[in-house]
């Protein structure tokens, strides 16, 4: 089992950044692709992007290429969703989840975290 925890949301301005983190316990999350993927209010859960095991390959949502960069240290066994030039179509809760291989299906979950962008 693997818990993912969220955490480094909160209420920001428009072309504000924020940085996310996604931390694993139970078991290393070396060996998974983590994603990132939001649900604002009414919406359909989105892809934001995904980071490979090495950590040298990244996939982003066209919403999220040139903002949004996503990152590992597996030492520290965390993920993170660093967010720029913020926008107010951002609002949405932010969650991390893990699978072992890539266009698999995520078998983790985290609880998410809030971030609203106010204008």
């Known amino acids: 089992q693997v818990q993912l925890v969220e955490s480094g949301g909160g209420l920001v301005q428009a072309g504000d950044s924020l940085r996310l983190s996604c931390t694993a316990s139970g078991r290393t999350l070396s060996n998974y692709y983590i994603g990132w993927f939001r649900r604002s209010p009414g919406k359909e859960r989105e892809f934001v992007g995904h980071?490979?095991?090495?950590?040298?390959?990244?996939i982003y949502a066209d919403s999220a290429k040139g903002r949004f960069t996503i990152s590992r240290d597996n030492a520290k066994n965390t993920v993170y969703l660093q967010m720029n030039s913020l926008k107010p179509e951002d609002t949405a809760v932010y969650y991390c989840?893990?699978?072992?291989?890539?266009?698999?299906?995520?078998?983790?979950w985290g609880q998410g975290t809030q971030v609203t962008v106010s204008s």
């Open positions: 980071i490979a095991w090495s950590g040298r390959s990244t």
């Open positions: 989840a893990a699978v072992m291989s890539a266009g698999g299906t995520y078998n983790y």
